[in-house]
């Protein structure tokens, strides 16, 4: 179950893929046990040669275990966008030796879902700095595309990161796909929070949606670090189902000093 925006349709035969990048599993846990067992990214062709990407995952809720031990430092080389424009590693965005950072990956920057979830990050982001702990926020489209979700909503541009290729979210191995975006009971979720829905969309334009519309169809996740250790990771299983803040932020409480 997906939200939609009037008159906003969906290319189908845009769902391409410009660079593919095999998400990095494993079956090492850093913080708890995971009812993990399986993991496989697909790719299908249609009859009229259209390709999509379906990523079948059974995993826990919210669970480290489906990735690599090394899994910070393979994000640390991913290149992505601030809202001017510039590139810039995620290794960069915060101390990779004790830093504790929360990771926040939105859906596309045209997606009313991600407007909410950046509204409710930003207003928590107060209580984060408070504690050190470093927000940075990703979203599906170019740098323009971020532009416009941080001048509308607004949200504080020095956080905010766009990644057009989706190479994080391939590194992280968030879903992606038809079912999960339109037909996911997760979605329903949203409905519980309409007013604020409501709220996020105020001044919402669909011209924040990506150029390439497969990147509609990518579902987003919520990740806290320490260094380059992950300590937390959810991805969400469909529109509008994110990590709930309160539970991030006493993640981030409990990472002893060092």
């Given at each position: ?68 031990p090394n899994i ?78 941080a001048e509308r909503?607004?949200?504080?541009v020095d956080c ?99």
């Open positions: 179950m997906a939200l939609i925006i009037p008159h906003q349709t969906l290319q189908t035969t845009s769902l391409r893929r410009t660079t593919t990048q095999a998400s990095l599993v494993g079956p090492k846990s850093h913080l708890r046990p995971s009812t993990a067992t399986f993991y496989q990214s697909l790719k299908a062709t249609s009859p009229n040669g259209v390709s999509s990407r379906t990523s079948l995952c059974v995993v826990a809720r919210a669970s480290t275990s489906q990735f690599v910070g430092h393979v994000l640390g080389d991913v290149t992505i966008f601030n809202a001017a424009g510039d590139p810039v590693l995620f290794k960069h965005l915060w101390d990779q030796d004790n830093g504790i950072a929360v990771v926040a990956l939105l859906r596309h920057f045209g997606c009313p879902c991600c407007w909410e979830l950046a509204s409710a990050l930003k207003e928590s982001k107060q209580r984060f700095d408070a504690a050190g702990v470093k927000l940075v926020a990703v979203g599906v489209g170019t740098p323009d595309k971020a532009r416009i979700l909503l607004p949200f504080p905010l990161y766009a990644d057009p290729d989706r190479t994080a979210y391939d590194v992280l191995g968030l879903y992606h796909g038809f079912g999960r975006t339109f037909f996911n009971p997760a979605s329903a979720k949203v409905f519980s929070r309409f007013e604020a829905l409501q709220k996020a969309v105020k001044n919402y334009t669909i011209e924040a949606t990506p150029d390439d519309r497969s990147g509609v169809l990518q579902q987003g996740g919520m990740f806290v670090f320490k260094g380059k250790e992950l300590l937390y990771a959810r991805k969400d299983e469909g529109t509008g189902d994110h990590a709930p803040l309160d539970d991030i932020f006493d993640v981030c409480c409990r990472v002893p000093a060092a």
